[in-house]
């Protein structure tokens, strides 16, 4: 095993890491600041990819793809946020959850309706095609340290956005009390729809960077929504920090299991059993990690003070 | 007699009676879709045991349902390769040893799972019981041995001592036999000691403490005899459709019984045949007129949330009375 | 001399900065209504939970029947006999008066894990639990739900758990709260008589019912204990008369 083979592997558990941070940065902003829990965000990360592969398709770009991607998961985050989630905030999980299951229900199935069942296929940007030359003489995608490098970004500027601004405070505020807040004067409702927005958009951005990696296709937000689950389950729910150490560790734990799990089995047995052993042990990694953080801290790594 | 247990014997009545006249009219058809019924509603009342009575909201109850399953197609498979199972035990295509073997399976692994889940509470419950199913689905996924990805055929349907479970009617009875046992359970559990604390301990587990009785042993021993109700459904589930796959233990699989919980009335004794037989008969109805049937019964489903609570069952009987 | 049924040794509690309880020395003797008063905030409420078991003690001993309980959970130390009421009324919402009861007989007979037998034609459970509500004067109300009982109803209702539970101690947290001066005067009777089956501990506002009720008196402030004795002498001590002027009582 090549220490370059090792790197790439590396970048490659960090770069699903920042793909699960935009996911799971929207679903525990939303469970901190309004309680609720949303299984319909992976749906939203499907119309982001469905946004981009269809406008990229149309114009021939994909940076105006990505954009349609922010606005179209915004927009239906807003939509889906006036017409059924704020029905919800004073219900309990088991409604949420039910609603939200419903709500994945018409998105995936309305999506097939319009879209059929076959996979639409997003080009990854020219500017971004090559490799990247690093230090040390390995190479790597460009296009997925720019995944990186934007969720980076996103995780600074929504840090900035939380800790720096007037929304941010707002939001704070909502977190530790709703009535102090409408006391204030802000408006509350509009407050949540734009939180709620913005957790879509960072999905449907995800969803539109990824769709480039793989395909898009109905069905693809569910297993993403599930590692974001685990994500915020083990960082903490409701805490922003928590999404991005556990974003980093579920990306990194999970992508170096399946590379070295099989190659440390061979160790111990065959090579063809190493590999079945290894995969099988792999798959479950993650899942293993999150039990042993929960029977030590059960509220998560980073408890919000909820 | 209370309007509830008049709607809930027309319920079982009509299960009854819907294969019958299908056998008369010579549709065997619907008998298959009555079973399908009876083992989802069998799969459900499992769950309305944590869900309905303990208030534990568990998104996970697939992996039991699957373990089930795969302990009816493992054993099968070795019964019909005549393959030892494990230190030369061998497989067994007996009903009754399967069923055993997949309630003491899936009572195994809940207890574990139950344990560390039972540490969190609220959203963390759902989401690590949740993640628990997924880690057993991808197990299965990845574990070529019984079929993996693609799934386990059992070949011929599992037998029953003196029945001849090949055909429709007999596997029918077998199945509404079973279902109608976990509804006599369903009821005793309820209404004892044990239900009195389980219920407590969903409405006000402090209150529960301050008497003396610990909410999570309770809890616990609720999750683990759940698991095996459902363990026991997907035995007779994979009989059915004489094949097991991983889509068994799948999160829509854990969403659906849930599905069928809601539909029907939450914590109801009749709450998950309720569920159970409309949203068969939803498929079935619907998806004769569209491939895309789901997405009306999201509408549906979301309608329900929102706007009727408490389900058929509580349309039609009103609300739950706690004596 | 008798033996303390709730002895509390140097407890102290901290929530951050906050300082909940320090050095807080307190007993109970048989037979006896010792009451804690304080401002709000002052860490009554706390002290009950570090009792109850929901809260545990930074440092300091609490013992109760003579045994070190600060190892055993909330459940535990209920078996053991510590009956409690909550400041604001905790109760199974939709269980009837009497299930709510039923669940304390239950507890008091020993195993939960009865699966069989319907509790609601069990007379081991229903005839004591029927009882208990007679003695708290709901027996009328047994069949509605706690959720539709009026407010001093479930103040009743709580201590008609505790009664059930054969309590060796009675922690009361402000039961007077919200009943109304009619309300107050017929609880401050029941209080009265109550005592003889167990001391009490009774943490409470109302200061006519305190004096009316209490053998001696505690006064927590900000986490210490002030002063402590017998009735007449705190009500003329000037710390305490200052707390409460302070408070603008």
Redesign the interface.
């Known amino acids: 095993m090549s220490a370059a083979l090792f790197i790439e592997q590396l970048l490659n558990g960090l770069q699903l890491g920042f793909m699960l941070f935009l996911m799971a940065a929207g679903l525990t902003l939303i469970f901190g600041v309004m309680g609720l829990i949303n299984l319909a965000h992976g749906s939203l990360y499907m119309v982001g990819a469905f946004a981009c592969a269809i406008v990229a398709a149309a114009t021939g770009s994909f940076w105006l793809g990505l954009a349609a991607s922010l606005a179209a998961a915004a927009a239906a985050g807003a939509i889906i946020e006036v017409l059924v989630i704020r029905r919800l905030y004073a219900r309990d999980h088991l409604d949420q959850v039910l609603a939200t299951f419903a709500l994945i229900l018409i998105f995936s199935e309305g999506a097939r309706w319009l879209f059929g069942s076959f996979p639409l296929y997003l080009d990854i940007p020219s500017a971004l095609g090559g490799a990247v030359r690093l230090p040390g003489g390995a190479t790597y995608s460009a296009y997925r340290l720019a995944i990186i490098g934007i969720g980076i970004l996103v995780a600074v500027g929504l840090w900035l956005l939380v800790s720096k601004t007037r929304l941010g405070m707002r939001i704070r505020a909502g977190e530790s009390d709703r009535e102090m807040v409408a006391a204030l004067g802000v408006d509350i409702g509009l407050l949540y729809t734009l939180v709620f927005a913005l957790g879509a958009a960072l999905a449907g951005l995800a969803g539109a960077m990824v769709g480039a990696l793989q395909s898009v296709q109905v069905g693809m937000g569910e297993p993403v929504l599930i590692l974001a689950f685990v994500v915020i389950v083990i960082g903490g729910i409701g805490s922003i920090k928590g999404a991005l150490v556990g974003a980093l560790l579920v990306g990194v734990t999970d992508t170096l299991g399946r590379f070295l799990l099989p190659r440390g089995f061979e160790l111990f047995m065959g090579t063809s059993d190493a590999a079945t052993v290894g995969a099988a042990i792999a798959s479950m990694l993650i899942y293993l990690v999150m039990a042993v953080v929960l029977a030590v801290r059960p509220q998560g790594l980073f408890p919000a003070n909820r | 007699m209370r309007r509830e247990q008049t709607v809930n014997a027309c319920l079982i009545l009509a299960l009854l009676a819907a294969p019958v006249l299908a056998q008369l009219a010579g549709e065997p058809f619907f008998i298959t879709l009555a079973t399908r019924v009876t083992i989802l509603a069998l799969a459900a009342t499992g769950l309305n045991i944590a869900l309905g009575l303990g208030g534990l909201v568990s998104f996970g109850h697939a992996a039991f349902f699957g373990i089930g399953g795969y302990a009816a197609g493992i054993l099968a498979t070795h019964a019909f390769n005549g393959m030892p199972l494990f230190l030369g035990i061998p497989g067994t295509n007996q009903m009754p040893v399967i069923w055993i073997v997949a309630m003491a399976a899936a009572g195994l692994l809940a207890l574990p799972i139950g344990v560390i889940s039972l540490r969190t509470s609220g959203v963390y419950f759902i989401m690590i019981t949740l993640a628990f199913a997924q880690m057993i689905f991808y197990f299965a996924i990845s574990w070529p041995a019984y079929g993996g990805e693609d799934g386990l055929s059992i070949y011929v349907r599992n037998a029953f001592p003196g029945i001849n479970t090949l055909k429709p009617m007999p596997f029918f009875l077998i199945c509404f036999s079973l279902l109608a046992v976990a509804l006599l359970v369903f009821s005793r559990l309820r209404d004892s000691r044990f239900g009195a604390a389980l219920e407590a301990a969903r409405q006000n587990p402090e209150r529960l403490a301050a008497v003396g009785i610990a909410p999570n042993r309770i809890r616990l021993a609720a999750f683990v005899i759940s698991a095996m109700v459902t363990a026991l459904a997907g035995a007779l589930f994979s009989d059915l459709n004489r094949f097991v796959s991983p889509s068994m233990l799948s999160w829509q699989m854990s969403g659906e019984l849930i599905v069928l919980i809601i539909l029907g009335g939450v914590g109801r004794l009749a709450g998950p045949l309720a569920g159970a037989t409309l949203y068969v008969l939803f498929e079935y109805a619907l998806g004769g007129i569209t491939e895309h049937w789901q997405l009306f019964l999201g509408l549906i489903l979301l309608a329900v949330v929102l706007f009727a609570r408490g389900g058929v069952i509580g349309m039609l009987a009103g609300r739950a009375k706690h004596g | 001399m008798a033996e303390p049924v709730l002895e509390i040794r140097n407890l102290s509690k901290s929530f951050g900065a906050l300082k909940a309880a320090v050095g807080v020395n307190f007993d109970l003797m048989p037979g006896e209504i010792h009451a804690l008063i304080g401002p709000n905030g002052a860490g009554k409420t706390t002290l009950i939970h570090q009792i109850?078991g929901?809260l545990t003690p930074d440092e300091g001993e609490i013992r109760f029947l003579g045994k070190d309980v600060r190892s055993l959970?909330?459940?535990?130390r209920?078996?053991m006999g510590l009956g409690?009421t909550?400041q604001v009324s905790?109760?199974?919402?939709?269980?009837?008066a009497?299930?709510?009861v039923?669940?304390?007989v239950?507890?008091?007979q020993g195993?939960?894990?009865?699966?069989?037998?319907?509790?609601?034609s069990d007379p081991s459970?229903t005839e004591p639990a029927m009882a208990a509500l007679q003695r708290v004067g709901l027996q009328d109300r047994a069949?509605v739900?706690a959720a539709e009982l009026s407010h001093g109803e479930r103040r009743r209702l709580e201590i008609a758990?505790a009664l059930a539970?054969e309590a060796r101690v009675f922690l009361l947290d402000e039961p007077m709260a919200g009943m109304g001066p009619d309300g107050s005067r017929e609880l401050t009777a029941f209080l009265d008589e109550l005592r003889h089956q167990a001391p009490i501990l009774l943490v409470e506002h109302d200061m006519d019912a305190v004096f009316a009720l209490a053998d001696r008196v505690s006064v927590l402030v900000y986490g210490r204990v002030i002063a402590s004795g017998p009735a007449a002498e705190i009500r003329r001590h000037p710390a305490v008369r200052e707390a409460y002027l302070g408070e603008g009582a």
């Open positions: 109850a929901t959970s909330v459940a535990e209920a078996r409690r909550f905790s109760l199974a919402q939709e269980f009837s009497l299930r709510n039923m669940l304390a239950q507890a008091r195993t939960s894990f009865r699966f069989f037998r319907p509790v609601m459970l069949d739900p758990i539970l």
